[in-house]
């Protein structure tokens, strides 16, 4: 594992790759953009702020294996006081948020890096 920053935090990376000699262990420009647009959906959610007050991202995990458009290619695993917490990031064709179901939809823009 190594660490790398996200949205100016430190944070934990796990890569999971599709060919178990892929040697990788940063997220890629893409993947950094889709783990950095989930957790800033989730910040600016009154919901997430109100369940979950002050929670640091600590670990994310790409699954390389899954499209990117998969729901649970990124996990985001959220500390917060004593617990944690956990969503799941994916490329969507429009915004989603299912707060129950812990699933951030976010959609590229022309500014997004290339798959």
């Known amino acids: 594992m190594a660490t790398q920053q996200i949205n100016g935090l430190d944070v934990e990376v796990s890569i999971i790759p599709a060919d178990p000699k892929e040697l990788a262990n940063l997220l890629s420009a893409r993947e950094l953009w889709a783990v950095e647009a989930v957790d800033q959906t989730l910040r600016a959610n009154a919901q997430f702020q109100a369940s979950y ?50 699933l951030v939809g976010v959609v590229p823009d022309d500014k997004t890096p290339p798959a």
């Open 53 to 102: 007050p002050g929670a640091v991202l600590t670990k994310v995990e790409s699954m390389r294996a899954l499209s990117e458009n998969a729901k649970g290619r990124y996990y985001l695993r959220y500390k917060t006081g004593s617990s944690a917490t956990e969503f799941w990031g994916y490329i969507a064709p429009k915004p989603a948020f299912n707060f129950k179901r812990g």
